[in-house]
């Protein structure tokens, strides 16, 4: 009995160190992405085209890409150990329940899985940037984790910039050389396209937001660390500053969006967009011009994965209309 119960703590304690949470939220984002707006796309075309990923090829991609996360959120723990010590005792893994010799392990094994698995699919689909690309994002989770998430906006860019390729990889997955040859893929791959920027851009901006919010609230273990993050390199009021100006980038941003949604008679989008959207993140400005503590920068970086999320099940109605 006394051995269930470890085990039972081990797997929970191995599922919180993954991030289960937003694991089911990268397998939800590419899944809406799919079967939202890739495959009508090119059911719509009515010109016999087939997409290059179907559904057995893209189970297997977004696996990959869960797989690479996962690890990623390994490995950043992995190196944050002194500095979790100091922000988040209460939930810590690393070292606590799982040693540290055993979280770099299933680092190298989900990673090594991750790699394989997107590998076979660029392989099977005749299409290099899967491959490649999870590639680059295993490199890029290492060095983030060693180096640049201690160095000023440089880390905060590489996890947006990763967050984005989440929805991108969909699209470079059915890019061909074709594009360049035959209108009636190009126009096919167009469409496509414009949705991948439009969600792969507001996950960007969104997630870079976040990050600096996170780091404002992470400040103490940072600064004791000698990291160089924003707010402890400009000032929490700077920090303040360039989230509130990228809020307002993204607010503008979705309220020019709705005169294009109206153009296309869109009308179910504009109340969901205008509500759970561009509402909470004025709430959202508002909040980070009060908040004081890391309590207040907590519940404000919760809110924003709630607005991002609300964004991603935006997808859902594009379907409908």
């Not at 880390?155 to 035959?182: H, Q």
């Not at 011009?289 to 919760?302: I, K, P, Q």
Request: proline share 3%.
């Amino acid at each position: 009995m006394e051995k269930l119960s470890y085990m039972i703590r081990l797997l929970g304690a191995f599922f919180r160190l993954i991030r289960w949470p937003n694991l089911i939220f990268i397998a939800l984002t590419q899944a809406l992405f799919y079967y939202c707006i890739l495959l009508p796309d090119f059911r719509s075309g009515n010109a016999g085209y087939v997409n290059v990923l179907q559904p057995r090829w893209f189970y297997l991609l977004s696996v990959s890409s869960i797989l690479i996360a996962a690890a990623g959120y390994i490995i950043n723990d992995y190196f944050d150990l002194n500095i979790d010590r100091v922000n988040k005792p209460d939930k810590l893994v690393v070292d606590r329940i799982i040693k540290r010799r055993w979280t770099i392990l299933w680092h190298w094994i989900l990673s090594g899985l991750g790699i394989v698995i997107g590998g076979y699919v660029s392989l099977k689909t005749h299409n290099p940037f899967v491959g490649l690309g999870n590639l680059a994002c295993v490199i890029l989770l290492w060095f983030y984790s060693t180096t640049f998430k201690r160095r000023l906006l440089i880390g905060n860019i590489i996890i947006s910039l990763l967050t984005a390729w989440v929805i991108l990889v969909l699209y470079m997955a059915e890019f061909r050389l074709a594009v360049f040859k035959d209108p009636v893929v190009h126009n096919l791959l167009s469409r496509l396209f414009k949705f991948a920027i439009l969600y792969g851009g507001f996950a960007f901006i969104i997630s870079l937001i976040r990050e600096v919010v996170k780091d404002i609230e992470d400040m103490p273990g940072d600064e004791r660390y000698g990291c160089r993050t924003m707010p402890i390199v400009w000032g929490v009021n700077a920090a303040k500053v360039f989230a509130a100006t990228w809020m307002v980038v993204l607010i503008g941003s979705l309220a020019v969006i709705q005169f294009y949604v109206l153009q296309n008679g869109w009308w179910i989008i504009l109340p969901y967009c205008a509500v759970l959207i561009i509402a909470p993140l004025i709430w959202i400005l508002r909040g980070l011009y009060r908040a004081t503590t890391a309590a207040d920068y907590h519940l404000l970086s919760t809110y924003i994965k709630g607005v991002m999320l609300a964004g991603i099940l935006s997808m859902i109605f594009i379907k409908i209309v």
